[in-house]
């Protein structure tokens, strides 16, 4: 068995992989694949109302606020957020907390002016930035909960005057939040939630139509609310398995659930690194991630002994991001703890024979 | 067996469909499936570039021309093309031959002017129109060529002396054709390609840089370009479906063998609704569909027990659109002869009883 800690697209879990296969070939006993039937059949249409109404018991979302499956991924969302919630001459605040709110800043000052309200890339996106004041003009402040790359989290989300917008693509569901805090929050798929190609959005509904530029109907989340995102035809099996997905979650127990069991596998693999002297976490303890956890050596020249020590355990995907260098596990939703264990030993291993 | 008549997304390969549902659980023997593999994994890699390798020989696509692969439909793409090609005061030519000219026109005046250069709206969109002079001001001309929903495909492509942009999505693959006639094609995957969540966009490389407005990164075709259609994390498991149905089509003997199958298939059953004296073909015969088979009863009060014949015998998906009624037999390269014989059979075996 292989244990994927790919960053993303990543681990699913077998049962919802066995699942996706089947329908492949035969969905609902139809005698047709999913890949291949009508987004408007019935079948397909009680998916996507499964899927929504997953999300919205899951998270327990209110009824103020829509939750949509929308085409691509969250670099759409860097720029939908910003088209359909800030006009040019309004400014809006970004957490700079490294590569993903970037991009976000980047796209949303095509649209009006994306002001960085804090940043912690004065100690290479180490921490998260904490006690900053937030302009009350702001017409939203924007974070990136949970930072791939970097291998921090917000531990809390802050407690501010504005409207939040949360990118969540990389710790949706790994924990219980109150969405309330939030008008919108996105996610792409491909970490806790299904394959790549589609985005979860919660939308607030009654912040939307205040902005004054004509927005393409594929891009205004009024056209996907009204038709309950099947405007066009959607990403039919990227959301197929996502349902399987929020199944296979609520069956697990729901967030709670899983909550506890992300904080027993962060806390495994957090404490055979801060036990290494071969090892070290560069991350804030109180900003530690429980999605990916980013370790560099602190010696040279055994980066290729323990990938191969790691690899020979068949744990994959566990190099760091080119932009930090190091290695990285990411060790979301659908990763067994026994998996965590087995990484585990291997640092522990590699560090009793070259520590 | 199910013959599958849908619209789209519509039936694949069952050869494809083994492959894909395969591939779910275990891909490529890496123990991992397709659907939790990065889109930077070597294998992964791989399935792109054989993705666009296979389009550019099935379609012989000249150097000066880039394929990509980009998420979402068609529906996004009548606002890129927009948004890529044409300025605020400039305008551009569209051919209305319905439903989807007729949202292509709606985006694209977000952009520029778009102009209605010729329409079949007054008789029902029963026909291409022809004979209409293209004002040489155009930045380009847009045509769809194969319309699902009136069951119109343009015999061949006009000869005219501005760039021209075709909708494809509904018959690329299915026959020759000339891509130097045009500067952009693109075609949502569902119909001929593979499933919903993927576009394929053939791109004339140097038709681009010219427009002044700034266009945010996900939806400027260049990025796209200049990234291989991997500037963030693509539709993996859509597009792989498409290469392994682009590699079905070419062990199939490509455009030119399936030309003659699809040729074969749409006579087999115009020729039944022609015999019939109970169902008519609305569509002028010059401008019939290869893809699409739209047919009307010629009196009233058969609608139920025609689709209750055809369901018996596993033909399913052939109620017209909501917007045309009647019926249709939507019959992609994927629909072997074979099926389209039973629905023809069908057709005699109703006239007889009933005509």
New interface residues.
Partial sequence: ??H?F???????SKKV??K???A??NFNN????I?????R?KDFVEVMEKAEALVCELLQISDDYKVLFL??????Q??MTA?NLLNENEKAGYVDTGAWST?AI??AN?FGKAEVTASSKDKNYSYIPKDYSVDPDYKYLHITSNNTIFGTQYASFPDIDVPMIGDMSSDIFSRSFDHRKFDVIYA?A?KNL?????SLVIVKKNILGRVQR??????NYQTHIDKNSS????????IY?SMLSLEWLKDFGGIPAIAQRNEEKANLIYKAIDDSPLFECPVSKEDRSKMNVVFMPTKEGIDDAFLKMAESA?C??IIGHRSVGGYRASIYNAMPTESVKVLADVINEFSQIHG
Same sequence: chains 1, 2.
């Fill in positions: 068995m292989k994927n790919y960053a993303g697209p990543a681990i699913l992989l066995t996706a296969s089947e492949a070939i139809s005698g047709l694949s890949l291949e039937i009508s987004h059949s085409t691509g991924g969250a670099s759409s860097f720029y088209m991009k980047k796209e095509l792409g491909q299904g394959p790549a190609g589609v004509e927005i393409p109907s594929m891009l405007f066009n035809t959607p990403p039919v099996f990227p398995v068949n994959i995907g």
